[in-house]
């Protein structure tokens, strides 16, 4: 049977409708768990029972502190070990984004992965092109970003799911391979072009500002997290494309900038009202 973790979250609950439209048995695990899902709580470790999972879709537990993502993350993994998993799956970062503020957890945790002896396979995910969209920041006449003139080989996260489930419903074919799952390069000036808007760029120091002073309800560690993710974009360090996004769906990615579009259309103040 295959688990797939995270399986209320955006990613992981598309995983795991992807393995079940392909008739593939699997389950979820969430510390909220639905019906037919185990209850696992990455901070409660006598909660992670694996008995009976051969593949383990682990989706990356990262919204948090370094220390406290490796230490949910490595929970997991040994408790894979304990109770006999056969193959560990794991949703990372893709290559091109080692320098990000949230990059350090990822790696730490393929590390892991690597280390307990069990087969695995490494997919290293692009940036979604919904989170590129999400942050464009409205404005009265337009929007605005600190991604300046740079791209980001964004990917739908769609197509990130389904990649993570054809890994799962055959994972000897993946064993120890690491796959790098970036899409096609869009920028802000796309996005608010087919939004039918001009698009500003404001500078790093202003984008951070903001993010500390009028941006209610962010923890302390995704502002500097945020503004990697746009100096990386702005200065041409996540344009980078790969095949393997392709050859592993076996078929066309999802359009990017379509998904970057509707998300930053949804965000626009209008939308909500």
Not at 21 to 26: E, K, P, Q
Request: glycine content about 10%; charged content about 20%; overall charge negative.
């Amino acid at each position: 049977m295959i688990l797939v973790t995270g399986a209320n979250g955006n990613l992981g609950s598309a995983t795991l409708a992807a393995l079940r439209a392909g008739g593939v048995a699997a389950t979820g695990g969430s510390r909220t768990p639905g019906e037919g899902m185990r209850h696992l709580d990455f901070d409660d470790h006598a909660s992670l029972d694996l008995t009976g999972v051969s593949t383990l879709v682990l989706i990356s537990a990262g919204y948090a502190e370094d220390d406290q993502v490796v230490g949910r993350h490595a929970a997991l993994v040994d408790a894979a070990v304990r109770d006999g998993v056969d193959h560990v799956v794991y949703t990372s970062l893709t290559t091109a984004a080692d320098h990000l503020g949230f990059a350090l957890a990822h790696r730490a945790t393929e590390r892991l992965v690597r280390a307990s002896g069990l087969p695995w396979t490494i997919l290293r995910n692009g940036l979604y092109a919904e989170l590129f969209g999400g942050l464009l920041m409205w404005a009265d006449d337009g929007v605005e970003s600190a991604f300046g003139n740079g791209a980001l080989a964004a990917v739908a996260r769609e197509d990130l799911a389904d990649a993570a489930a054809a890994v799962a419903a055959n994972p000897a074919r993946h064993r120890e391979r690491v796959h790098d799952l970036v899409g096609m390069p869009i920028t802000a000036d796309q996005v608010a072009d087919r939004l039918g808007v001009p698009h500003r760029t404001i500078g790093l120091g202003e984008y951070r500002r903001r993010l500390l002073d009028e941006t209610p309800g962010l923890l302390p560690f995704q502002p500097p997290m945020l503004v990697s993710i746009a100096t990386a974009i702005r200065h041409g360090f996540l344009d980078g494309t790969a095949p393997d996004l392709t050859d592993l769906l076996g078929r066309p990615v999802c359009d990017p900038l379509a998904k970057a579009v509707a998300a930053a259309s949804a965000a626009r103040p209008e939308a909500s009202l």
